[in-house]
């Protein structure tokens, strides 16, 4: 939930994700599948401590990744009514979830920020734990986010300068470079890519979602394991 990266070129939408957490939380072994009652399919990686998730992505091929914290660390207040994850899910379930944002009761949830994606737009919503916000975004342009709850204002400019870097030197990019820039490898364990601090606090799984016209190719690496999970989503419906 804490390294995002949006790229889009070639017809295509590239969404990746970097999820750290404690090493004691259990990891998705699966990729789950629910239908709403607005009929909407959703796909996601599961987290089996809250039955929530930090990705999904429908078969109208919106897709959303969580990242904990809004604009600046907080101190959390538990416990929370409801996890990060299942509000997620429940966005997602909608069929405007950007409508359905400012309707939701947000009141005793962590603070929080979502990626949302449409198929013709790019937003980023925050949660400050008093406050909704909501901007949309330039869709033809790189996007990347660190979570504030893990890397401060100088790790996450450092993150996106090398992004930047990164991007201007392959053009176009692909799902296999950013899967590479993801999981690259560095001195720095507190606060690279792929960390590993003497907390616990570890980068456990990249999940990634190719999306294109017809369909969606979500995959989700564990990296403890090398475990691989992909799906091949068509997309069967599409909405603003």
Not at 60 to 66: E, F, I, K, M, P
Not at 108 to 124: D, M
Request: charged letters at 20%; hydrophobic letters at 30%; one cysteine or more.
């Amino acid at each position: 939930m804490c390294t995002v990266s949006f790229v889009a070129n070639n017809n295509r939408v590239i969404i990746t994700s970097n999820r750290d957490e404690n090493i004691n939380r259990p990891e998705a072994q699966e990729i789950e599948t629910i239908v709403s009652e607005s009929n909407t399919r959703l796909y996601y990686p599961k987290d089996p401590s809250k039955g929530g998730s930090w990705f999904v992505t429908t078969d109208s091929g919106h897709t959303a990744v969580l990242l904990n914290g809004a604009f600046e660390k907080h101190n959390p207040s538990y416990p929370y009514k409801k996890s990060r994850g299942i509000v997620l899910l429940e966005l997602l379930k909608e069929y405007l979830p950007i409508s359905e944002f400012e309707k939701i009761c947000l009141e005793e949830v962590e603070p929080f920020t979502v990626i949302y994606y449409t198929g013709k737009n790019l937003y980023e919503i925050r949660w400050d734990g008093s406050k909704k916000h909501s901007r949309e975004l330039s869709y033809g342009q790189a996007h990347i986010w660190s979570s504030v709850t893990l890397y401060d204002g100088a790790a996450r400019n450092k993150k996106e300068k090398h992004f930047k870097d990164f991007i201007a030197q392959h053009i176009p990019v692909t799902e296999k470079d950013i899967t590479h820039f993801h999981l690259q490898n560095s001195t720095d364990m507190e606060n690279g890519f792929v960390i590993k601090r003497s907390n616990g606090i570890q980068t456990r799984s990249l999940t990634q979602a190719v999306i294109s016209f017809s369909h969606i190719q979500l995959t989700h690496h564990t990296l403890a394991d090398s475990h691989t999970i992909s799906k091949h989503i068509p997309i069967t419906s599409s909405y603003q």
